[in-house]
């Protein structure tokens, strides 16, 4: 079930199209609002961002469980601290490493969560990957070098800074899927209550800083000069809340590794669409 709509579990076919179709929309518009809010600098509070996705999450999902009636929650609270934390981690550094790299470039290293989470897999759940995923592995890897060698002439404000803060929110997405695909199986947790709490922890730790660093205060006031901005922080939220829900049903119905793969094709045309809708420098070598 996702949103309140029930596809029966005997048609796997128009349970995967049906969240595909559902991941590649609501993300689409989540990374033309994320690459508006780049270029408003509004991003420069990543923490301040990072509370408003937590909140708008959480409260969402609330009103979700609430108008359904949902039974009480069935993981523990230490496994919802520990998502959380790499919630924070994820959605954080992501929003910082916009700071130091252009979007196509951010999102490209993005769609390369392929590789750690069969490195995860590999090494924490001791599954062994395919040998047709470690070759896609392996074109991942060439494909980013070839890539951020290109970028790095193209865009003389590229920075290296960016690579290591992407990558960071990079193992922290692949702890996320492993670590949500063994409780949503094991527990039998629903994606709602998944969504819901591992949102709170996280926005409870990341208002705690930032009210440390300030950046509340500053987030606050920008929102305050610019109802523009407030529009697009909430759409921004909104779509990100619809889209990880359709996420959330495919790691469950067909596991991490599945949901990657159709992650990381929809970032593919998110990277499309940046250079159609924000024009930017672009090379042949890409």
Known sequence: SVLGITVPDDKPTLCFFFCTGGIFFFYLIHSYS???????????????????????????????????????????????MKIGFLQVMTLSLTNFSTQYLNFPTQMLFKSSKLIPVMAVNEIYFRRRGKLDEYFAAFLLVAGLVLFTLEDSKVHPEFNYTGVV??????????????????????????????????????????????????????????????????????VYSVVGFLGISFVMAMIRRF?????????????????????????KPFSARY
């Open 34 to 80: 994320l690459e508006w809010l780049k270029n408003a600098q509004v991003l420069h509070q990543g923490w301040f961002v990072t509370f408003v996705q937590c909140a708008c999450y959480s409260v969402m999902s609330a009103t979700d469980r609430l108008l359904r009636g949902a039974g009480p929650r069935k993981a523990t609270l230490q496994d919802y």
């Open 165 to 234: 803060i992407v990558s960071g929110a990079l193992l922290a997405d692949a702890l996320i899927g492993s670590v949500q695909e063994e409780i949503l199986k094991n527990r039998g947790t629903s994606s709602d209550e998944m969504v819901l709490y591992s949102h709170m922890m996280g926005g409870a730790y990341v208002l705690v800083l930032a009210l440390g660093t300030g950046q509340m205060q500053v987030g606050v006031a920008k929102c305050a000069a610019s109802p523009e901005l407030v529009a697009y922080l909430f």
């Open 255 to 279: 596991g991490c590794v599945i949901a990657v793969t159709v992650t990381s094709t929809r970032k593919a045309l998110s990277i499309m669409l940046s250079y159609l809708l924000y024009p």
